[in-house]
């Protein structure tokens, strides 16, 4: 299969998802729209090839990052999700990597006039060692969100040059001015200690996954709270997990020099993990 066939692009208009060449790339869908004008934008991944987890959280937020820009439009969802549903359904491989931008106005690119646009590439899983052994995270204290919960792909654009997706440097943790973590370069991060999980809360962006995290694990009677935990504070903590639409559950097992506990996998993310999973492949559903 050519990356033509693989990586696809479209402008979303009133006569449904109009494809557009694809620049020439084996990236992500993240490269595929890197041209376009800044926007508002949300990425996430299929199940059973066309299938979406709790999509209208995605466009919610999309809706509450517009209106936090100041935007005088709405978002079309209707055209959206049509858009959306025809994409994932003709898709030539069993599952996809998704990213739709929504734009402030009409742009002309590449030969279509449009305010959203759609992209997909490969669904690549997260490798079962990394699952098994846990990641090393490292720590990127220079970069920052200036408008946390906002979703903008200004920020995707500025965490580019940050190495991802390897085991000793799977992601990259954002500190507050009191060197307290915040979240990852791509993910939300959650801790647990004494047998509850602990994520910032404020001051990050309202992850998807982090929130259907939240509803497992209430399910499961664990307690989730929000606090800003002291990255000097990380030797006290048991477990550690990243939650990101794409990649689900990913356990964290070190940041930058300090072991999570034990330095291995801990019970609550392996229960996590396995219940997000099945979670995910019952409640996903299809975006018309």
Same mark, same amino acid.
């Given at each position: 299969?050519?990356? +033509?066939?693989?990586?696809?692009?479209?402008?979303? +208009?009133? #006569?449904?998802?109009?494809?557009?060449?694809?620049?020439? =790339?084996?990236?992500?869908?993240?490269?595929?729209?890197?041209?376009?004008?800044?926007?508002?934008?949300?990425?996430?991944?299929?199940?059973?090839?066309?299938?979406?987890?709790?999509?209208?959280?995605?466009?919610?937020?999309?809706?509450?990052?517009?209106?936090?820009?100041?935007?005088?439009?709405?978002?079309?969802?209707?055209?959206?999700?049509?858009?959306?549903?025809?994409?994932?359904?003709?898709?030539?491989?069993?599952?996809?990597?998704?990213?739709?931008?929504?734009?402030?106005?009409?742009?002309?690119?590449?030969?279509?006039?449009?305010?959203?646009?759609?992209?997909?590439?490969?669904?690549?899983?997260?490798?079962?060692?990394?699952?098994?052994?846990?990641?090393?995270?490292?720590?990127?204290?220079?970069?920052?969100?200036? +408008?946390?919960?906002?979703?903008?792909?200004?920020?995707?654009?500025?965490?580019?040059?940050?190495?991802?997706? =390897?085991?000793?440097?799977?992601?990259?943790?954002?500190?507050?001015?009191?060197?307290?973590?915040?979240?990852?370069?791509?993910?939300?991060?959650?801790?647990?200690?004494?047998?509850?999980?602990?994520?910032?809360?404020?001051?990050?962006?309202?992850?998807? =996954?982090?929130?259907?995290? #939240?509803?497992?694990?209430?399910?499961?009677?664990?307690?989730?709270?929000?606090?800003?935990?002291?990255?000097?504070?990380?030797?006290?903590?048991?477990?550690?997990?990243?939650?990101?639409?794409?990649?689900?559950?990913?356990?964290?097992?070190?940041?930058?020099?300090?072991?999570?506990?034990?330095?291995?996998?801990?019970?609550? +993310?392996?229960?996590?993990?396995?219940?997000?999973?099945?979670?995910?492949?019952?409640?996903?559903?299809?975006?018309?």
């Amino acid at each position: 299969m050519s990356a +033509t066939q693989s990586h696809q692009l479209f402008a979303v +208009t009133e #006569r449904g998802p109009l494809a557009l060449e694809a620049p020439s =790339t084996q990236g992500t869908v993240h490269d595929l729209l890197e041209r376009l004008p800044g926007g508002v934008y949300s990425a996430l991944r299929t199940f059973g090839h066309n299938r979406f987890l709790w999509l209208d959280a995605h466009l919610d937020r999309t809706e509450r990052s517009m209106q936090g820009l100041g935007w005088p439009r709405k978002l079309e969802r209707r055209l959206l999700c049509e858009a959306l549903h025809r994409a994932a359904s003709d898709y030539p491989l069993p599952d996809s990597r998704v990213r739709f931008d929504v734009l402030r106005e009409p742009v002309e690119f590449l030969g279509a006039r449009a305010d959203m646009f759609l992209a997909l590439s490969p669904h690549v899983a997260v490798p079962e060692e990394f699952l098994r052994d846990g990641v090393r995270v490292e720590l990127a204290p220079q970069l920052h969100r200036d +408008t946390p919960r906002i979703k903008t792909t200004e920020f995707v654009a500025r965490r580019k040059p940050l190495p991802l997706g =390897t085991k000793e440097r799977y992601e990259h943790v954002l500190l507050d001015p009191q060197g307290r973590v915040l979240e990852c370069s791509s993910s939300n991060i959650a801790f647990v200690r004494a047998g509850a999980i602990v994520s910032a809360g404020d001051g990050v962006l309202e992850g998807i =996954t982090a929130l259907v995290l #939240r509803h497992v694990a209430a399910r499961l009677g664990l307690r989730w709270y929000d606090e800003r935990i002291p990255l000097a504070e990380l030797r006290a903590v048991d477990e550690a997990f990243l939650t990101s639409s794409g990649r689900g559950v990913v356990p964290v097992v070190q940041v930058a020099d300090q072991p999570i506990g034990s330095g291995r996998v801990g019970r609550v +993310t392996q229960r996590l993990l396995g219940e997000y999973t099945a979670f995910a492949e019952h409640e996903a559903r299809c975006a018309v």
